[in-house]
């Protein structure tokens, strides 16, 4: 019996040996081996690419964490389809549709203090005063939907105004315009002489959408829509549209990377709010870590020098100086720097996320109508 022993442990022993490089390969990691990349969703393109310098590239260097980015449209159904199936941990949003996503319980709930570094001497709420904290987001960066033409295209005299990207006799041409009602319909309006602070009331009525469709049936046959923010400044340096709205910041990328013959019409400029958030099931910690770093003064200022969006922070804008490849001064081309060259309009989140629905079924009955 105890030579039986002895043989078999022996065995058991040589089997083990040969056999152990395969229960390493096949046992399962765990720990920090088992965890994945953290996932942040932005929104690809000029933006994405200034994000990589001034905060995704820097994080990663400092945290030493994997990170990986993925670009989505900016759409909260693009979220609702996406966020749950692909793990994001943290998605760039605007503040209306972070608003609505919220409500919806789509949303983690952010101890904003908690996670925003101080700056001494200030209240974190001064700091980012006028913008406001909303339960699911913290705000990064402010934005403008804006109108822009093709320089070349009109030797003589320019468009100045909203109501020229509605005038195809002055000004012929085809129109990049994103396929939404956001900021179409104020746009229509304003071309029409109604006043800023009136905008938001009278779009919350039928007589006010009918205006505003009305005024876009003067250019639906000349309309190419677009949903990738990039498409509109290729656009407009293809020559295939001669006017085009879309994002501040990447119509000043066409121009300053490409020598783009881009013109920004600074009227009727609608100043948004970018702000971070945190979706259900997401790792929290990971976003928590992330939100901290990205939130810091310092970040969003180098953010601001590659990509003209204001930061949301006061003591963020003071440290803006010069563009760190072409030396140009970026504080100028800021939306909230460009106030006084035109009419403007503060985006009303809480009218965004209220109408949504409203706004979105008023504008695919508008598209399925057949012209008179």
Known sequence: MQRFRKTHLQTLFVITIFLMPYFI?????????????????????????????ALF???????????????????????ITRAEKEGWDVVDMLEDQAIAACKQGLLQLLDHRSILAHQPGRDIADDFAPLR???????????????AYDDSAFPGIKPSKVGDFFDLDRFPGKRAVEKSPDGLLEWALLAEGVPQRQIYDLLSTNRGLWIAFRKLDKIRDEIIWWEDPAAPAVLLESGEVTMASGYNGRFFSAVQERKAPVVILWDGQLIGIDVWAVPKGADTESARDFLRFATQAKRMADLAELIPYGPARSSALEQIGLHPDSAIPMREYLPNARLSSGRYLIRDSDWY????SLRTRRFREWLAQKKE
């Not at 994080?59 to 693009?78: F, M, W």
């Not at 996320?353 to 949504?356: G, K, L, P």
């Open 57 to 79: 590239t820097p994080y990663r260097e400092k945290s030493d964490k994997t990170v990986e980015i993925l670009a989505y449209n900016g759409s909260l159904a693009e979220m």
């Open 133 to 147: 904290f909303t339960p699911c987001a913290i705000p990064q960066n402010v934005y403008a939907k804006v109108l």
């Open 25 to 53: 390969v096949l046992q399962p990691v765990t720990g920090a081996e088992a965890k994945e990349a953290m996932k942040i969703a932005s929104w690809g393109g000029a933006y994405e690419a200034a994000q990589q310098r």
């Open 353 to 356: 996320a209220n109408t949504q």
